[in-house]
């Protein structure tokens, strides 16, 4: 049982991480959906605990982040040991259902600059990558790298090439790229390495809203491709 090869281990004193093992695979979402499972099973174990501040998933761990002057380390593994055995009895891991998030997305020209390079790596045409990256049901596997990013596996394996050999300084807020097996969203205005085919007006966070991060892991996520007048016409600025 890939349960019983669970690692738990301190952060210091700041979590506890439970690891999967090296073997369970990221980009076919087997680890995504055990890792749900057991985020839901520590949710329960914790309700009602004194000290727990948060419980983030990366692609291959859950980590419970807590103050230990509120909660006992010991009392803190001790629940994190019933929440994985809790999950041995299950078959095969439960495919958790998320949100429904559609994107609509400008490929190419200024908004995508790297649109021609990726159909030419890939062997395709502009528009066909544009149709796949579109075919595409994307899961958000974790939020990272900024506030809002989220790194999305699902990729058609068709357009799986390698990031940008010199990264760029700055990449606009909203645009969308590709990075080996998977997709995602530029939430701010960073430094970034991928390759950017589009871009999207829909903000990937804001403070402002009840859950800053619109995406979520477990989420599912599709593109719509529209026309530049579109975009303004229909979202003006970042909605």
Do not use: C
Request: no cysteine; glycine share 10%.
């Amino acid at each position: 049982m890939i349960e019983d090869k669970v690692r738990l281990e301190f952060m210091g004193d700041q979590a506890l991480l439970l690891r999967l093992p090296e073997d369970v695979p990221i980009e076919t979402g087997e680890a995504l959906d055990r890792l749900l499972s057991l985020r839901a099973a520590l949710l329960r174990e914790l309700e009602g605990v004194d000290g727990i501040e948060d419980v983030t998933m990366g692609y291959r761990s859950v980590a419970v982040y807590a103050r230990f002057e509120d909660v006992a380390p010991e009392d803190l593994l001790a629940r994190a040991r019933r929440a994985v055995r809790s999950l041995r009895s299950l078959a095969a891991p439960r495919t958790i259902a998320g949100a429904r998030v559609h994107l609509p997305v400008v490929y190419g020209g200024d908004f995508g600059p790297d649109l021609d390079e990726v159909a030419e790596r890939a062997g395709l045409s502009p528009q066909d990558v544009v149709r796949l990256h579109q075919e595409g049901v994307y899961r958000v596997a974790m939020i990272g790298f900024s506030p809002g990013f989220a790194y999305l596996i699902g990729l058609p394996e068709a357009l799986r090439v390698p990031r940008r050999a010199t990264p760029r300084s700055r990449v606009e807020r909203g645009s969308v790229g590709i990075a080996g097996f998977q997709t995602g969203v530029y939430s701010f205005a960073t430094p970034g390495g991928w390759q950017i085919i589009g871009r999207t007006p829909v903000a990937l966070f804001d403070a402002n809203r009840a859950s800053p991060s619109l995406l979520s892991p477990g989420d599912v996520v599709r593109f719509e491709a529209v026309t530049e007048e579109e975009y303004h016409a229909r979202f003006g600025a970042y909605t």
